[in-house]
């Protein structure tokens, strides 16, 4: 991952992502959370949120390019998904608590200067706090809704991100997780 983060539990994470979006994609688009990130083992519980940090950076990866292909600026992409970030979680506060939005346009900003989330993280702390998590899972979950719709796909950020990790194992060999 950029800058040598951890890749952590990708498949894990992806797959979560996509379980969650099915059982969504009919019914009302406000997510509710589990708490499998915080609850489970330790390692385990780090590797998965390893995991949705390269998710968040794969999907910011590839806004940037896409926007970039187009002959616009990766700061219009990065401007186009915090404000919907900011939106969306905001209007999640069951999920969400106000004051750890900012933390994730941080985490996506990061991303978006192909800075490794877990990097950048452990300027400011050493791991992440369980309503950090439950906001990093959910804005995975809102990224890769939105790649699906952009791309009239329901299976869009899933393939992405396992064209990507495929591309991973292929370059370092098989990852932990």
């Not at 969650?20 to 330790?42: H, N, Q, Y």
């Not at 329901?154 to 098989?174: Q, S, T």
């Amino acid at each position: 991952m950029g800058a040598d983060g951890p890749v952590g539990d990708v498949v894990a994470a992806i797959m979560e992502i996509d379980s969650r979006l099915r059982a969504t994609r009919d019914a009302d688009p406000r997510f509710e959370l589990d708490s499998s990130l915080v609850t489970g083992p330790p390692d385990a519980a780090a590797r998965l949120t390893d995991g949705y940090l390269t998710v968040v950076y794969l999907f910011m990866t590839w806004f940037c390019r896409s926007y970039e292909a187009g002959g616009r600026d990766r700061s219009d992409a990065l401007g186009r998904v915090v404000a919907m970030l900011v939106s969306r979680l905001k209007a999640m506060p069951v999920n969400v608590r106000p004051s750890v939005i900012p933390t994730m346009t941080a985490l996506v900003t990061a991303c978006a200067l192909e800075v490794s989330p877990n990097r950048w993280r452990e300027q400011y702390r050493d791991g992440w706090y369980r309503d950090e998590v439950a906001a990093l899972q959910l804005s995975a979950l809102l990224l890769a809704e939105w790649i699906n719709k952009l791309q009239e796909s329901p299976d869009a950020a899933l393939r992405l991100i396992m064209d990507a990790y495929e591309r991973i194992e292929a370059d370092h060999g098989p990852q932990p997780g």
